[in-house]
């Protein structure tokens, strides 16, 4: 066996946890050498579980140890920059959440780092990983619709979180919508060129006061000619409903499904299967398998398919919808 | 117009009334001139409601009467040889329900006779004109699954008849099977050279005084080298659930579907859709699809795709499993 | 048996010619007396099809005859104003395709005739009589997922029509959209207060010069606080799609489905099932069970539960998502 | 983190393969310190991959070796009887792989060597640790079905596995069978008194040699009066086709899927979906799961709920069928 690449994950709440867990013990070539979250406590109660053998409160710690090769950032998306900028400067690679940073002159800041640094930086966009769309992308370059001229997206979350969460999300089009522009971005293989947007309060009516809506759509045409529509939703009171469709030239993708366990009940009431419940259960090999190809990254020497750029790219657009939402009148990019 | 197909039709019970209605109204090229049932009360209602002139309590009238061409017979099995018969020969063409006689040798009696009279007589095996498994049949044909090897039939009930529908239906592999051993000679294209059957008494205790079962299955060996089971149920405790599949040597048809309304309703208690509840619902369009097959077979002076030939046919295979359910030992044919 | 409903047919073009076949053979309590087309031969043709006794290449001979109780219109849109105002003054009950008429002024013009003259007039929205969409009206009254928040429509066509048709269509979102503006008022029961609009030129260069696009979105605010999002398409590649969903507050239901025929082939290329080809596949038994309806009201007396009222209503909402697109701004109603 | 389960894996081929590396990386509390094959080198060569210090061509040493808690049989079914009985008679926990013993005779002997030695055996029915099937178990124990009262089992295999695999196999009743016996005990709670079989050569005319056939269906009664069919085929030109049906008396339960990838690709010939390919790919986290239970009741002290008893009574019904098969006559046990 090759040596492992050394990791440690900063910020362990319910996602680093999660990416804890999966270096761990489910990604090969990978080994979890320290948890760090400002909370020693909680840092010191995950190493035990996770059989690590050091934690620590103060991150810092960790970029300064050259015993270890690759960080994951899952700490607060305000901290992003200073973590990966901190993190590049003592040459380590990195994994980090998305979104990328809070903002674009950030997320312009942290790619001059990374350029300078020549450190790998792979971002948290895991739906790429996901069976369904990372085979969507096969059968796509493979010819199988034709040109792919429009994509549609439905993000569905069942209910809304708390208004705590909603006033410092950014709003529904880039909290909830930032998975759909990179994927529309991957498959359309293109660039958004103008976004437009529309949204209502439908139920929850506190959001009113942050200016966020729990029903939007965001309207993007790209360079290639193509478009796209990609709801957002907080209303989804039956489960995780993740959809996507990519029409082409010569047919159509569907992506995803409802269905949970491969179980239906027949009575007199009619057939019932279950719908999937939730994201963790809905993306969990997408989780392992977008940190099996970050570690693959690092130890084939080779540039992660989903890049800083990437995560600026996709901020630019969930930036623009969220103006165009505000404004009522369509943004250029 | 060509000059309609004079009907009349004899027996006037669920089925007959649906053959009524549907010569009356949705049958192009037939006209409905007379109804016939032993209670003379009953056919007068029911040629009001389908506006028919002529309705009347002695079936021998019709045989007699010159202007009629064709009768369609969905009076009691028991009299269904001497119906036949009559109709023949006095030139009437015939569409009698399944199954065609009581025993095989009223079968081949009337077989005789048909012969001799030149009359065209088609047996009501509506499955064949369902449009799923005339699909099927063109698929076949067409070769999407190659030679076709194994028919695999589910027909299942949602309860059981009363008792006194079960003491005279000649029991399960009789009663439900015939409409599956016609079809797998029709999606096989062969002939049974053996049959043997199990079942089982489940839930309607009943049913053991008269010999009979409420779930079994059939076993049948083909001259083609095929083979076929055939499961016949009364525990279906959700709905109407008919099935089938043919195993071909480059791959196989699924045939029907539980789904009743297109409609989908999600809940956090999951995704439920309507089961087909019964089988006028399931099998409508087929009723009026043989009925049109066999005027246009009037019309056009052709011979029916489903022939007293086949009804005899079926009748055998249903003699047989009955016999190798009773005797526990594969029958031969 | 009641007297029928004396029926003529005006306008023999596809939609024309259904419509009289229905009433001629499907519709119960209806009578076809004269088919009347300005191509008097092909009105000849047609009566000779469908036995029908009369036919005429002069419309107006329809409204002076006495015997003739309802017209369906089905002639060009740009005729409808004149065809329902001459048959209302004459005292001919009406149903008339879809759109009401070409413009609002118009459409405001024939109801006031309308209201004069106490004719009953019902507008050819067929899909609220398709057992899907029926259904979920049904299911939604019943309460099975609360209140309803949200409509979201897909009506995409497989492939575009002529440039000719495209030309005077009036648009993709007054042609193709409409139906949808209709279901979404009729399953959220509210009224639009705006209407945004998007949309691209995907592969259909051709359509630039119209100020057409092949692939839009428009997107609704309704009195009640719901919203919605309609997708229109000629881009469907592979079919004809239909689909619709209502959002409510306790779940949301999924109205239509693309399967064809109940057949699935399984071969190690995948299974695969048929995709409805067209609209008179998918919506044949709406056309028979509108025309039903609008007999029905006639024989009871009964106001139809789609009025004039309705078409203008509809015809408002596309006009404002056709100038939402040309002015990129939202339009209120 | 407690003391792991230290664990011998015994045969390296296919399925020793894949026990070694689930133990090696994917269960917790179990740590893989062994690997064993006869052929030294592979044995050597699995070590080195799965990052194992030991290996060995010696199978008896695993058994001396008193640091080893466990171990994994995954050798030939004919060296199964004397593997467990080295390893109870070492005090060594035991995971064995289905069948339990080549015949009822050696099962009964492995039985009582299990009773005296009071190590723990666990039997390889990965389906009952299937999501889908662990499921229907806990929805028929809620009494979503009421009572179960049939088991319908299919499984297909995508073509036969080559003449020298079937000439040893016990044939199609034995081999293939087995997993649908364990299931039909499993979820009808109940054990079978009787059992009938039929089957057919269709496609593999070799198979006659050794009295074997390539489509078989056996049929079960059972002690609460319950009753199942089960078949088994080597004609699945399409996939892995793994289903089960428990007919409840409110009720039926349908497990399986045959849907791979969650992807439709749409075009003008149909819409199309994966099809579940292989055995490993349908029960992948079966073989994880069951594991996972094995070193759980390991560390907890508790009987797996899979044993050698099920193990020998899965066999026995296997036995009895094989014997239907040939004598042609329903077996009692």
């Known amino acids: 066996m090759e040596k492992p690449i050394r990791c440690a994950v900063l910020g362990l709440g319910r996602l680093g946890y999660w990416h804890a867990e999966n270096v761990a013990s489910k990604v090969k070539g990978a080994k979890l050498v320290c948890v760090a979250d400002p909370q020693t406590d909680h840092a010191a109660k995950v190493a035990g579980e996770l059989g690590v053998d050091r934690y620590t409160g103060n991150l810092n710690e960790v970029f300064e140890d050259d015993s270890i090769d690759a960080v994951v950032i899952a700490s607060p998306t305000s901290t992003h920059a200073d973590m990966i900028t901190q993190a590049a400067r003592n040459g380590k690679h990195i994994f980090v959440e998305k979104p990328l940073t809070v903002d674009l002159q950030e997320a312009s800041d942290v790619l001059r780092v990374l350029e300078e640094t020549k450190v790998v930086c792979q971002v948290g966009f895991m739906r790429r990983f996901d069976p369904a769309y990372a085979e969507a992308k096969k059968r796509i370059a493979r010819g199988d619709i034709g040109k792919p001229i429009y994509y549609k997206g439905v993000s569905r ?22 998975h759909d522009y990179d994927l529309a971005r991957f498959l359309l293989e293109a660039e958004v060129t103008s976004v437009a947007a529309h949204g209502s309060v439908l139920v929850h009516g506190f959001m009113e006061e942050f200016g966020d809506v729990d029903q939007g759509i965001a309207y993007a045409t790209f360079d290639s000619g193509a478009a796209a529509d990609i709801e957002c939703s907080r209303n989804a009171y039956y489960g995780y409903d993740i959809r996507g469709e990519v029409i082409g030239t010569e047919g ?21 299967q279950d719908i999937v419940p939730d994201f963790p259960t809905r993306f969990e090999s997408a989780y392992v398998l977008e940190m099996q190809h970050f570690i693959d990254c690092l130890l084939n020497g080779q540039k992660p398919s989903v890049t800083a750029e990437d ?21 250029p990019l």
């Open 157 to 178: 979350d069942p209910g809304s979180p708390p208004a705590e969460f909603i006033k410092n999300s950014g709003g529904i089009f880039l909290d909830l919508g930032i």
């Open 252 to 272: 159509t993708l569907l992506i995803g499904s409802l269905r949970h366990r491969d179980i239906s009940v027949l009575t007199f009431k009619g057939s019932s």
């Open 311 to 331: 995560g600026k790219k996709a901020l630019e657009i969930a930036v623009a919808a969220k103006k165009a939402f505000e404004t009522g009148s369509r943004v």
